[in-house]
């Protein structure tokens, strides 16, 4: 059975820093490119960074380049969303999700057939 688990999320101060991890299970987690998304309230989901399989090739959405760093273990099975300088923003549910498709879009996140339940990020003071 195919699952992603998410954890890390939570309440963080305008300009603080979260660390987002994700846990997948059930398939073949290094020959699936690995994306972050986030739906804030009230939006449509939208892609935050996606990374690709062994060579790590990395894609940012131009709202979170230069503040969030996505990363992967292909040993622990495990990616990471290292968020940092938050703001309001920022806040919403983020998802993580794996895809197998070479067309899939970080975007908007056709291609990504697998998902998490999400992790909310509030950022607040």
């Not at 991890?21 to 960074?49: H, I, L, N, T």
């Not at 230069?66 to 273990?73: K, L, V, Y």
């Not at 290292?82 to 056709?110: F, I, K, L, N």
Request: with cysteine; proline share 4%; glycine share 12%.
């Amino acid at each position: 059975q195919v699952q992603l688990v998410e954890s890390g999320g939570g309440l963080v101060q305008p300009g603080g820093s979260l660390r987002l991890s994700c846990v997948p299970s059930g398939f073949s987690f290094d020959v699936y490119a690995m994306g972050w998304f986030r739906q804030a309230p009230g939006k449509e989901r939208e892609g935050v960074s996606c990374i690709s399989t062994k060579n790590g090739n990395t894609v940012y959405m131009d709202s979170v380049k230069g503040r969030f760093t996505i990363s992967r273990d292909n040993v622990l099975n495990t990616v990471y969303l290292h968020m940092t300088s938050v703001t309001p923003e920022d806040t919403a549910v983020y998802y993580c999700a794996a895809s197998r498709s070479y067309s899939s879009d970080c975007r908007s996140g056709v291609g990504y057939g697998y998902w998490g339940q999400g992790t909310p990020v509030t950022v607040s003071s």
